[in-house]
């Protein structure tokens, strides 16, 4: 009987790796879509994307089965700000791709790329999308260098994990990173400015001409910064600005009005609340962590619980998750935005529509949509409540397998009592 | 000697405050034998006495309610009566008596106060700046002299967040830098104008020990340790020396017992601590992450005889759950911190479930500001983590991890930790099940007074440090 296990097993996990139609049946699917929420759905899954989402528990013929009756159905959670694939162990553990040290290739950090540095076989990515994160965005945890360079977007699974490289630049100008620019915010700004100026220089005479080597530059950025910063200046490029105060906010407002192009995000937002209108006018979204409301620094004075709930209530649209090993307790952030004042759907929508959205890729990401890329979770209950869990995920339209390093660990160790030591046991 | 037994401290705490007249140097010269006794050295064992007093409370019964006892009960349409600091009747139906408050608790839990064993709240307060580090004496790796409550700063905002979030005692810690980081102190979570204000009468002390990366880390450059075994060799130094100096005292009182001319042993506050233990009036706290480590202190502990009363962090303890509980030694985790360190890579969500399922005591600790505002989640996380693994662990049971079992490891259990008649109203009414996302504390008393009232933002507790602030008394 054993025997006849393990052959069914291999054989449903052969055909589910050759299978590209799936069908998810019956569970209550939040399409994050202006469909709404669906009491009882089917989705229909073939090569890689999502071809349909019917109403009722009918699946046609020649469709792998998912039974999700009594379950609810997302899309995969996006991680809004990690450094996933770039850290394996952050403290006194050797190389770490998420933080810098001083390159004479950059001055101000603009020009770094972490997409050279995502490790597709790090232990956080099954860990974290066996919790229903299918992607995230991923960069520079730690620099002292006023940007934190060019971030990527990643896919959580096995393949090659890299979707867009140079997604987003990241920069910082909240306390400490005053500190370190000069040790005053008046410096730090003004330099700021200047590094955009040339960045946007460089990039109105399109060619380069002013960065090739032989030509020449006395930018306060290098000539790599300033190309990095090109597709910035342009909009092309989301410009995420760490900032809590609410005068720093107010700083940052005051340069989308300088230089209307920029795409920004604000990460963060401790004050966020304090002028949600204005954000909401200038149609800057903020990424937080909806669970920070101490004074930690004399630029987080404002912190609250209600930060997210406020800001929804302005109409500024909000993601939430700023971690990395622990991105996936982003869920359990949402469910306290809830309790706190947001809105249940905005919740689930900072968490996948709204993250797609902040990264420009809405059309592919982050809802249950007819040809967006098959990222799907199955959950065994209301996702933001902390006693569910992810059951099924599929990454463009593939089902992963629920197991990580921890799990293997926690079965190795389930039982204690063994005839040999533990190292001959493989679970 | 039988580690299996109840752990002494709790007797030990009774005895050091009967104890508690002292005298201090006197000449025995020209005395007899009874006045050399009355002279006898006695060192004041509480030299920094705790000035609590609870608030005003009402007479007060909630009824309709899910009780969860944090003893592994539970009760649904019940009442629960507080009334004179105490727990003075629970059940179906109670006796009243007059001038009674009537809370309806439809659809609501009450729940005991939860205690975090794991703070730095204090020692390390908001704001984070350095002028406010006082956690970590980095300049030796023995510094059994230093007192957390002498670190603490009262107006630390953080411990109004975790009151907003059931917690109502903790106990404040030193750091984790150095091999024995200093005794710790209780504290009931009604902050004050002082530490002592705040100190949990009758509370036993402890002390904070380290295993593994960080105090090697922290010394690996300035004298040492910079290995693991030199950690192990510098907590057996420090015990020999301990019980040198608990012989000296003993065969001090002896001889004075003995009527002999004896000159009291010197004091030394670092060895007083480590002396403490020994005699088992103070609860050994160790911060510990690998199993192969936890197991190596075991051992030391049964060499030089004293008790851990707890692990902390113990992310590895899955893999010795079964030696934890044959030593009787408690666990504090989180539910799913992991990866931040190599010590902390082995961590998986079922280290809590796993613990308990192995008869040992499990413990939930925050060592978080943030965290300590929401170990009902970690709890429910943990106890739905061992459930979808076969770990069938009732909620009532699991509530034990939230406030029994720290109870216990710091000595607190015969005055709160469960809801029993006599015991201190120390009581969380939960505006829905705690084991929800959703749910939150909605009033808490602590000795019988309402301490937080989640719907009457007028009478929340404001510190000095956000009078006058941004945000002062909002939603927080």
Not at chain 1, 201 to 207: G, I, K, L, Q, V
Not at chain 1, 355 to 370: F, R
């Amino acid at each position: 009987m054993k025997r006849l296990t393990t052959f069914l097993t291999l054989f449903t996990l052969s055909t589910s790796v050759l299978a590209n139609q799936f069908a998810i049946v019956g569970g209550k699917v939040h399409t994050l879509t202006g469909q709404g929420t669906l009491a009882e759905a089917t989705v229909l899954i073939k090569d890689g994307v999502i071809e349909s989402i019917i109403a009722g528990s009918e699946a046609p013929r020649g469709y792998e089965r998912i039974e999700a009756q009594g379950k609810v159905v997302t899309p995969g959670f996006i991680g809004a700000y990690t450094a996933l694939g770039l850290v394996e162990v952050g403290f006194s553990a050797g190389q770490v791709d998420a933080s810098t040290s001083e390159h004479p290739v950059t001055t101000i950090g603009a020009a770094i790329d972490v997409s050279y540095g995502i490790n597709a076989d790090s232990t956080l990515i099954p860990i974290t999308r066996m919790e229903g994160f299918t992607s995230a965005a991923t960069g520079i945890e730690s620099s002292e260098y006023l940007f934190k360079g060019q971030g990527a977007f990643i896919q959580l699974s096995d393949d090659e994990p890299l979707l867009k490289p140079r997604a987003f630049m990241a920069l910082s100008v909240n306390n400490s990173s005053a500190d370190e620019a000069g040790g005053t915010r008046g410096t730090l700004w003004v330099a700021l400015k200047q590094i955009l100026s040339e960045a946007k220089f460089a990039a109105d005479f399109r060619t380069s001409n002013s960065l090739i080597p032989t030509q020449h530059w006395h930018g306060v950025s290098t000539r790599t910064d300033a190309q990095a910063l090109h597709d910035v200046i342009r909009g092309n490029t989301p410009l995420l600005i760490k900032a809590d105060r609410k005068a720093d906010i107010l700083n940052i407002i005051g340069l989308k009005s300088e230089f209307p192009k920029l795409n920004i995000v604000i990460v963060s937002a401790s004050d966020a609340w304090r002028v949600a209108d204005k954000l909401a006018a200038a149609q800057i979204p903020v990424i937080l962590n909806p669970e920070y409301n101490l004074p930690g620094a004399f630029d987080t004075l404002g912190a609250t619980l209600a930060n997210a709930g406020r800001l929804e209530q302005a109409g500024v649209k909000v993601a939430i998750g700023i971690e990395t090993h622990n991105i996936r307790l982003a869920a359990q952030h949402a469910g306290n935005a809830v309790a706190n004042g947001m809105s249940y759907e905005v919740a689930l929508a900072a968490l996948t529509r709204s993250v797609a959205e902040i990264y420009g890729l809405q059309d592919t990401l982050g809802a249950l949509a007819p040809g967006m890329r098959a990222d799907v979770v199955v959950w065994s209950g209301d996702p933001l409540e902390v006693t569910e869990a992810a059951e099924h995920v599929f990454i463009g339209g593939q089902p992963t397998k629920m197991e990580s390093r921890q799990t293997l660990l926690r079965d190795r160790y389930l039982n204690l009592e063994q005839t040999k030591p533990m190292g001959y046991v493989r679970p | 000697m039988n580690y299996n037994n109840k752990p002494t401290w709790i007797l030990a705490a009774i005895t050091t405050t009967i104890l508690s007249a002292t005298t201090l140097v006197g000449c025995s010269d020209h005395a007899d034998n009874q006045t050399q006794i009355t002279n006898k050295v006695v060192i004041n064992p509480d030299p920094f006495p705790s000035t609590y007093e609870p608030i005003p409370s009402k007479t007060t019964l909630i009824t309709n309610v899910t009780i969860f006892d944090g003893i592994g009960g539970m009760s649904t349409d019940s009442q629960i009566l507080l009334a004179d600091g105490k727990i003075l009747g629970l059940g179906k139906q109670i006796n009243l008596p007059e001038n009674v408050t009537i809370i309806d608790g439809a659809g609501k839990f009450v729940t005991p106060g939860i205690i975090d064993t794991h703070s730095h709240l204090g020692v390390y307060p908001s704001p984070d700046t350095r002028s406010h580090a006082d956690g970590n004496e980095m300049t030796s790796p023995v510094t059994a002299q230093v007192w957390a409550e002498h670190s603490v700063w009262p107006q630390d905002p953080g411990f109004q967040r975790a009151l907003a979030g059931g917690v109502t005692s903790l106990q404040i810690l030193p750091g984790s830098a150095n091999l024995f980081g200093g005794r710790s102190v209780v504290l009931k979570n009604l902050p004050d104008r002082t530490v002592q204000d705040m100190k949990f009468p009758e509370a036993p002390y402890g002390i904070k020990m380290a295993c593994g990366e960080n105090p090697k880390r922290v010394y690996g450059r300035k004298g040492g340790p910079s290995t693991r075994m030199a950690n192990v060799a510098g907590y057996r130094k420090a015990w020999i020396g301990a019980a040198e100096y608990k012989a000296k005292w003993e065969q001090y009182e002896a001889d004075v017992n003995a009527g002999k001319d004896a000159k009291a042993p010197k004091r030394d506050l670092n060895n007083e601590t480590l002396k403490g233990v020994l005699d088992g009036d103070i609860i050994v706290h160790m911060h510990c992450y690998r199993a192969d480590e936890m197991v190596v202190m075991m051992d030391v502990m049964k060499e030089f005889n004293y008790q851990i009363g707890s692990f902390h962090h113990a992310v590895e303890g899955y893999k010795i759950a079964d030696k934890l509980a044959e030593n009787n030694v408690c666990a504090s985790m989180w539910a799913d911190w992991w990866g931040f360190k190599l010590e902390a890579y082995d961590g998986i969500r079922e280290n809590i479930p796993m613990v308990h399922a192995a008869g040992a005591c499990a413990v939930v600790h925050s060592d978080s500001d943030i965290g300590i505002q929401r170990l009902n989640q970690e709890a429910a996380k943990a106890w739905s983590d061992g459930r979808r693994i076969g770990i069938d662990i009732s909620k009532a049971d699991a509530w034990q991890w939230l406030t029994s079992n720290p109870a216990k490891s710091l000595g607190i259990f015969d005055q709160t930790g469960s809801l029993e008649v006599g015991k201190n109203a120390d009581v969380v009414l939960w505006s829905a099940d705690p084991f929800s996302t959703y749910a939150q504390a909605e009033k808490v008393f602590i000795d019988g007074g309402l301490a937080y009232d989640r719907n009457a933002p007028d009478t929340w507790p404001v510190s000095d440090f956000e009078l006058g602030q941004i945000g002062e008394g909002d939603h927080k």
